[in-house]
């Protein structure tokens, strides 16, 4: 079912994608059939946030931000098919799942998963989400976000029990995410799917943002015993998926 009042502003976005020189709100209320009340209302609310820019004669125009949302989709499309081949070999080299994930509205989202013949069952899939608090993948994208923006973060976020490991107390998921930080890499045990093992690391962009993780999961036992070498590699892989990204660090 669609909401009537999002309907309208990608309504908007597209009649004044084929007006570069920009419409007034008269203008795009005719052309929509829109009462000019609520033309004017989103339109105002769109302005304001930066999604319309005002030109001339009252004229409205695609605004800077959906610049900014525009360039952030490419990269993270670009991402997902220049990690593709890294991811496999990764696989190949741990011989366990692999998964990448971005950060999307405050939660983490699956991009990638590279499954090995002995993975063991899960429940992550490619674009499910999963809280960031609990996942190997989502503590290494925290872990490197500025602070302000996680402090931001989780002051929002609930840590919900999920299985008796997760981690429920803010201040030691704070000394943690500082830990994880100084190694270059977190973990997940069975934090969020019982007897599931994660080790997960971070991706950088060419700005030296956090952008996505990487994680390699299987059973505890068997990633404990291979842990340096599955750091190793996957380590190695995030590095290699950076400097793709153009980081340089």
């Known amino acids: 079912m669609s909401v009537k009042s999002a309907v309208r502003v990608l309504e908007i976005f597209e009649l004044l994608r ?7 709100i008269k203008e ?7 009462p000019q009340s609520s033309t004017f209302h989103l339109v105002k609310t ?58 999307s509205d405050g939660e983490m989202v699956y991009v990638a998963k590279v499954d090995n013949n002995r993975s063991i069952r899960t429940t992550a899939q490619i674009g499910s989400r999963k809280p960031m608090y609990c996942t190997g993948l989502g503590k290494a994208i925290l872990a490197f976000l500025p602070k302000e923006r996680r402090a931001k973060m989780l002051a929002h976020t609930p840590l919900v029990p999920l299985t008796e490991n997760t981690v429920t107390d803010h201040e030691e998921f704070e000394r943690l995410l500082e830990h994880y930080k100084e190694q270059g890499y977190a ?7 019982e007897g599931l ?10 700005n030296g943002q956090v952008i996505a993780a990487v994680s390699v999961a299987g059973p505890k036992e068997r990633m404990i015993k291979r ?12 590095k290699l998926i950076s400097r ?3 980081f340089m660090a």
Do not use: W
């Open 18 to 24: 084929d007006h570069p020189q920009g419409l007034n």
């Open 244 to 246: 793709n990204m153009g």
């Open 197 to 206: 093992y994660c080790i997960a690391a971070p991706v950088f962009e060419a």
């Open 46 to 103: 769109l302005y304001e946030r930066g999604y319309l820019s005002l030109a001339e004669l009252k004229k409205y125009k695609l605004g800077p931000k959906l610049i900014q949302l525009g360039t952030r989709s490419m990269e993270s499309m670009d991402l997902t098919r220049d990690a593709r081949l890294p991811l496999t070999r990764l696989m190949e080299q741990v011989e366990e799942t692999v998964f990448m994930a971005i950060l």
């Open 227 to 238: 842990h340096e070498f599955i750091v190793f590699h996957l380590t190695q892989t995030t």
């Open 28 to 34: 795009i209320a005719n052309a929509l059939d829109f």
């Open 187 to 193: 973990t997940d045990d069975g934090e969020n799917e």
